[in-house]
T-cell receptor
Framework: AQSVTQPDIHITVSEGASLELRCNYS??????LFWYVQSPGQGLQLLLK??????LVQGIKGFEAEFKRSQSSFNLRKPSVHWSDAAEYFC????????FGTGTSLTVIP | ETGVTQSPTHLIKTRGQQVTLRCSSQ?????VSWYQQALGQGPQFIFQ???????GRGNFPPRFSGLQFPNYSSELNVNALELDDSALYLC???????????????FGAGTRLSVL
């Protein structure tokens, strides 16, 4: 069955520093992959998606993610984090339903 | 702003009661999915409705039921509430003509249900 794993429960970075959030997937074929962000008290907002083609995908808010089949990974990156990026981040893979990871909570310190 | 609205925002119920949560889909979307998000967890898929019919279901008991109306708004009903049903319930709408895989889902802000 499809699944995603987010190994990091919580990450703290300084404002202006680079960020990488890890996501590993389990899927038989080439998956579709999504990253969502959830701010406190809010629903989930789509950051970016991978369907096929170029393995480096650009999203909103300056985020990007790279699909690496050899590592079964779809890590989310941002070159310079802003305080407003503090939120919960979820990786997801669809199959007969949408499977979300358990999330990574990001804290940004000034 | 996704255009998906959920009501109520917060709800407190006691064990054994029944609850109905409502969702208004984004304009033009014909598919709605419901998720349960327990504290500190990712969303868990409850079920999906496509053109008023259930189109997939996660590992939830039958006391979780739903409806989708002709205007594509939706309800989630939970009977015989248990303490573990306390969670954030998220509704997501999408435009689908087929498999779930490529559906881009747009989420509402959720309903926070507390069961005492």
């Amino acid at each position: 069955a499809q699944s995603v794993t987010q190994p990091d429960i919580h990450i703290t970075v300084s404002e202006g520093a680079s960020l990488e959030l890890r996501c590993n997937y389990s899927y038989g074929a080439t998956p579709y992959l999504f990253w969502y962000v959830q701010s406190p008290g809010q629903g989930l907002q789509l950051l970016l998606k991978y369907f096929s083609g170029d393995t480096l995908v650009q999203g909103i808010k300056g985020f990007e993610a790279e699909f690496k089949r050899s590592q079964s990974s779809f890590n989310l990156r941002k070159p310079s984090v802003h305080w407003s990026d503090a939120a919960e981040y979820f990786c997801a893979v669809p199959g007969n339903q949408f499977y979300f990871g358990t999330g990574t909570s990001l804290t940004v310190i000034p | 702003e996704t255009g998906v609205t959920q009501s109520p925002t917060h709800l407190i119920k006691t064990r054994g009661q029944q609850v109905t949560l409502r969702c208004s889909s984004q304009s033009g979307h014909n598919t709605v999915s419901w998720y349960q998000q327990a504290l500190g967890q990712g969303p868990q898929f409850i079920f999906q409705y496509y053109r008023e019919e259930e189109n997939g279901r996660g590992n939830f008991p039958p006391r979780f039921s739903g409806l989708q109306f002709p205007n594509y708004s939706s309800e989630l009903n939970v009977n015989a509430l248990e303490l573990d049903d306390s969670a954030l319930y998220l509704c997501a709408s999408s435009l689908s003509g087929g498999p779930i895989a490529k559906n881009i889902q747009y989420f509402g802000a959720g309903t926070r249900l507390s069961v005492l």
